[in-house]
Structure formats: C-alpha cells, structure tokens
C-alpha cells in the first residue's frame, strides 16, 4: 500500500496501470454481479481504503483524478438497474465524502465516530440531509466498554439527532470485536 500510494506521485504511469487494471476488472464484475441478480437485490455496496483514523491517505486532487470517475461510472451501473448504492469507508473521509455524496451515493457506511471529526453531531449537521448515514455505534470504545445502558443511551442520542426524517441505519461502526460483550450487542438492538 505504501509503494502505490508514493507511485500514485512518484511512478504515475505504473499508478495508472494498476489503476486502470484494477478498475476495469472490478466494473465489469459489477457489471457481471448486476446482470445476475440486480432484479433480485435493492442494495449494491463497495468498499475502499481511503482514509485513516485521522484523515485521507492521499490528496483529493488524487482522488478527484484516479478514483472518482472509476466510481462515477460504477454509481452510473447501479443506478441504471434501480439499486441503492452504499459506500464503505472507515476513517475521517471529510474531504471525499461530498465528493462522493455529488457523485451519487445513497447510503455512507460507516461512520466511524472513533475517527477525526468524526462524532455524529458532525456527521449530522454536514450530510445528515443529503446521504443515509450507516453506523454510528463506535465498536471500539463504546460497544466495547460501555455497560449496555450506556449503549442504549448512545442509540437514543442518534435516534435524538436524525428524529423521524429518516436517512440513518443505527448499528456498529464496524465489525464488531470478538472480546465484546453479547448483552452489549444486544444493547444496540434493544434500545428504546
């Protein structure tokens, strides 16, 4: 990851090979994924690396000229077969996130809340109206530590900031960690 990420500045022709290999493959795998089963799903979901815990691993103007148009077309197929389409993401993505809300995401899995910026408050108040916001329960300090009335607690505080308009999936951050407490996990389900 190292090597590419100083190749996307340093070797760009090698980037933009790679790029372009890994990018025409996974379109038409979508492509492929879609004609198979699109009149079968209503969600179509992908992932990236693209940020950290404390911001973007790489410029948005490397961004805006390798990744986003590989991801406006990918947005383009699934909305052509009437899916919603969900991007994963971990990390503090601010400066992508608009990007990619314009671009035509419906759903941004998953808020991190553990990372930079991040907190729901946030979230809410700079995409809460323009995107369905997946996640929120951060699984590395308060699904793990938390007692289940304090996890409860949390989920009432993002049912409190979203209310009844809609546009938030509440569930954890993240996949959750095996040393988590189960009645913490239900906790999440079982809130009022």
Not at 69 to 85: A, C, G, M, R, S
Not at 134 to 157: F, R, S, T
Request: a negative charge; charged letters at 25%.
């Amino acid at each position: 990851m190292e090597n590419f990420l100083i190749d996307m500045v340093a070797n760009k022709k090698l980037a933009e090979k790679i790029i372009g290999e890994v990018s025409g493959f996974c379109l038409e795998y979508a492509q492929r994924e879609m004609d198979a089963f699109a009149d079968k799903a209503h969600y179509y979901g992908t992932w990236d690396d693209v940020a950290g815990q404390d911001g973007i691993l790489f410029s948005p103007e490397l961004f805006k000229k390798y990744f986003l148009p590989v991801y406006k077309k990918l947005i383009d197929k699934v909305k052509k077969h009437n899916l919603i389409f969900g991007w994963h993401v971990c990390g503090s993505v601010h400066e992508f996130l608009p990007l990619m809300i314009d671009a035509g995401i419906d759903v941004f899995d998953v808020v991190q809340t553990s990372a930079r910026n991040m907190e729901l408050e946030t979230i809410y108040k700079l995409y809460g109206k323009s995107v369905c916001i997946h996640g929120g329960v951060d699984v590395q300090k308060v699904l793990l530590n938390k007692k289940p009335e304090g996890i409860k607690a949390e989920v009432k505080k993002i049912q409190d900031l979203w209310g009844t308009r809609g546009g938030v999936i509440i569930a954890p951050s993240h996949m959750i960690l095996p040393e988590t407490p189960i009645e913490n996990i239900l906790a999440v389900y079982n809130a009022d």
